[in-house]
């Protein structure tokens, strides 16, 4: 069965640090891959997207991922953390027509 | 550009009441999702509509019904509420025809449920 993978509940970065979310997914091809970003108390906004091509994907708001197919990985990174990246991350799989998998998310705090 | 529109946005319910969430998307979207959130649990899918008329059930369909009478509306219910459909609602809609393939779903702002 599908699944999604956000080994990490909750991190704190201090202001200006990098930063790596990590997500790994289990699925029979290579997915659609996304994460999405959701600030308290918002829906959910869509950083960026895998679907084929350049490995490495950038989004928006300075963040980047990296598709790596042989460790089933699509990690999440920002090499500056702002205050206002402040939320929840979430790593999805779908395909196309079909339903989406997340991850059970990873709560980002940033330490002035 | 309103995007996707959930109503009401809190809602308190008394164990065995009813009640309808209503979600509206303007993007001439054929696909449209409910999940609920619950904390360490991400999100998870509850129902979905492929086109106008159709319906599948997610991952927890149990104590839910659905409609998608009008392509741009897809209804959640709750016919007896339950305290453990305590949660936050999420509508979502994706898929253009002859738009983009990868699926992008996009998500209403949210309806926090609390079931009494």
């Known amino acids: 069965a599908q699944s999604v993978t956000q080994p990490d509940i909750h991190i704190t970065v201090s202001e200006g640090a990098s930063l790596e979310l990590r997500c790994n997914y289990s699925y029979g091809a290579t997915p659609y891959l996304f994460w999405y970003v959701q600030s308290p108390g918002q829906g959910l906004q869509l950083l960026l997207k895998y679907f084929s091509g350049d490995t490495l994907v950038q989004g928006i708001k300075g963040f980047e991922a990296e598709f790596k197919r042989s460790q089933s990985s699509f990690n999440l990174r920002k090499p500056s953390v702002h205050w206002s990246d402040a939320a929840e991350y979430f790593c999805?799989?779908?395909?196309?027509?079909?339903?989406?998998?997340f991850g059970q998310g990873t709560e980002l705090s940033v330490k002035p | 550009n309103a995007g996707v529109t959930q109503t009401p946005k809190f809602r308190v319910l008394k164990t065995g009441q009813s009640m309808t969430l209503l979600c509206a998307q303007d993007?001439?979207?054929?696909?449209m999702y409910w999940y609920r959130q619950d904390p360490g649990m991400g999100l998870r899918l509850i129902h979905y509509?492929?086109?106008?008329?159709?319906?599948a059930k997610g991952e927890v369909p149990d104590g839910y019904n659905v409609s998608r009478l009008k392509k741009q509306n897809f209804l959640l219910g709750l016919e007896s509420a339950a305290p453990s459909q305590t949660s936050v609602y999420f509508c979502?809609?994706?898929?253009?025809?002859?738009?983009?393939?990868?699926?992008?779903?996009?998500f209403g702002a949210g309806t926090r449920l609390s079931v009494l």
């Open positions: 999805a799989v779908g395909w196309f027509g079909g339903k989406l998998i």
């Open positions: 993007m001439n979207h054929e696909y």
């Open positions: 979502a809609s994706s898929y253009t025809p002859g738009g983009d393939k990868e699926n992008i779903q996009y």
């Open positions: 509509s492929v086109g106008e008329g159709t319906t």
